[in-house]
């Protein structure tokens, strides 16, 4: 059975709860706790519906909501809410994630407790918002509310450079944002202003009932794929990451990796390529480019890294360009490696963040030359610590590898030369966690500080069980993640490839006329 409005109660939810959290003052922080993460977990139960009930076969957004929210003289913006195969895991990953984190903050996290849990959930909302939207007005509101939250997290729960790194986050993604919105503002013109819809805007487009020029199509694509770029990050945009991320309590650098940077990488998918395909088709070589050496100097640079949590981030730069690539290869192989190492790279990645927290609130660094045969001491943890690394460099039986052969598959059918360029990227991502792996976990214990560590207890094996039972799920059986998937990537890349031989899309609907060709 189906529930009504099963999108806004998934999306809202969390705000509602983050709304009785702060109505209730006398409450104590450990009930915040508890209803904050009873609030989340129930989120997460009631998306799974979104699983269960989604049809793998059917193209199109499923699920839709849609009704008039404002409406004025000079403008009209809808609620309208919708997911298909590229935005559903997105969901799932955003529900599955938040009850975590509050999870992994249970104990490390003692003052300003209840604003921290607000914050937290007032962010699902916006994440969630962001994935679901298809009015472009309200894509943008959730794009903005979503980072008022995560600018608290690493400001005010954050480590010493924490007002540093959250003003960079902040001022990074407004650029971006900001020339996002003149483009939103540019298409509803440009379409009569009659709509923000995100769908009737791109079947305009499709059927030429709105024709752009390729100079308005080229400016329009640049003013989102700088948004977008910027959250990935890709390369030369990366640079407001690895201070986020070390200064990020650990609940704000799970989300950060987990979620947050998938939206980029969503934007090009739901809006780049269906929007301006001609436009993106010419910048796919210079875009494949900068996915490369964000591939190549992610891994090197996270390599010399002396930080735990400087490392887990600048490998992100280098699994993100991998996403890029794959995207950017426009085939089936490549776009459903991407979407699938979206959803991989948010548990690995998120996975590595919550045991770098659980070693840090154990012995306060971060630094690896102050580890050193902990296995000794804590072997659960370090048995943990190994399932999750190799599920980052992408071994055969674990999530990771799934993605990362699906993207070179599609990176090598586009251009050996990118394909061979990702696949060094892969061998050095192995270098580095390896080679972290040895030092922290391996040896003799050396350290005395290190003999008193405390295998992890209960509370975090709950936590890192069900990643690792997902990451097992989609190494060994990926057949229900890329079946869902499918239908509506095959609809991105038939936007695409109608620019690159226009009488492809017609041949297909008219076999009897196969020489027939439409006009360029």
């Keep these: 059975m189906e529930i009504g409005n099963i999108l806004s109660w998934v999306t809202y ?9 702060i109505l209730t003052p006398r409450a104590s922080a450990k009930a915040a706790k508890w209803l904050a993460l009873l609030g989340s977990s129930a989120v997460f ?9 989604f049809d793998s076969a059917k193209g199109g957004m499923q699920f839709e ?9 000079a403008f009209a913006i809808r609620h309208h809410l919708g997911i298909d195969g590229i935005s559903l895991f997105l969901v799932i990953l955003t529900t599955f994630l938040t009850p975590l984190a509050i999870l992994c903050s249970w104990e490390s996290i003692t003052r300003r407790v209840k604003s921290y849990l607000v914050c937290l959930l007032t962010l699902e909302t916006g994440m969630i918002g962001v994935f679901c939207a298809l009015d472009l007005v309200l894509f943008y509101i959730f794009w903005e509310v979503m980072l008022i939250p995560m600018y608290f997290l690493i400001g005010v729960w954050g480590g010493e450079r924490r007002i540093y790194a959250a003003v960079k986050f902040i001022l990074y993604t407004m650029v971006g944002s900001l020339l996002m919105l003149v483009a939103i503002i540019y298409l509803y ?10 769908v009737e ?21 640049m003013a989102f794929l700088l948004a977008f770029a910027i959250k990935v990050p890709m390369f030369p945009f990366h640079t407001w990451l690895p201070d ?7 609940a704000g650098s799970v989300i950060l990796a987990g979620v947050l940077l998938k939206m980029g990488t969503y934007g090009l998918l739901r809006f780049c390529l269906p929007l301006f395909p001609g436009a993106a088709v010419d910048a796919a070589p210079y875009i494949s480019v900068l996915a490369v050496i964000g ?8 390599m010399v890294q002396p930080d735990l949590k400087k490392l887990v981030a600048y490998s992100s730069v280098s699994h ?16 459903q490696g991407a979407t699938v190492q979206m959803l991989n790279h948010g548990l690995s990645t998120g996975a590595l963040f919550l045991l770098v927290g659980m070693i840090y609130d154990r012995r306060h660094t971060r630094r690896i030359a102050d580890f050193g045969g902990l296995a000794h001491v804590s072997p659960v943890y370090a048995a943990a610590f190994m399932i999750v690394t190799l599920s980052s460099i992408g071994l055969p039986g674990l999530n990771g590898f799934v993605g990362e052969v699906l993207v070179l598959m599609g990176s090598f059918a586009s251009s050996k030369i990118f394909g061979s360029l990702a696949a060094l990227g892969m061998i050095l991502g192995a270098v580095y966690m390896l080679w972290m792996y040895q030092r922290v976990f391996l040896g003799k214990l050396e350290n005395p500080d290190n003999g008193a560590v405390k295998d992890i207890g209960i509370r975090e094996k709950l936590i890192l069980l069900p990643i690792v039972l997902v990451m097992l799920w989609i190494g060994v059986y990926s057949g229900p993640f890329l079946s869902r998937m499918e239908v509506s990537l095959s609809l991105v890349e038939e936007r695409i490839e109608s620019v690159r031989d226009p009488g492809r899309i017609y041949r297909a609907q008219h076999p009897r006329n196969p020489d027939q060709q439409v006009d360029k």
């Design 244 to 250: 986020a991320h070390v200064e990020a309590p650990t």
């Design 295 to 302: 591939i190549i100097y992610g891994a090197l640079v996270a």
């Design 189 to 198: 013109f440009a379409h009569g202003g009659s709509t923000f819809d995100l």
């Design 65 to 73: 909501e849609s009704c008039e929210w404002m409406r004025t003289a």
């Design 201 to 221: 805007i791109t079947r305009s487009l499709s059927s030429g009932a709105l024709m752009l020029t390729s100079r308005e199509e080229f400016w329009l694509f």
């Design 320 to 335: 993100m360009g991998l996403v890029v690539l794959g995207i950017f290869a426009f085939n089936m192989q490549g776009l």
């Design 45 to 53: 139960i009631l998306s799974l519906h979104l699983v269960i009930h």
């Design 13 to 21: 939810l969390p705000a509602l709860v983050a709304g009785v959290i």
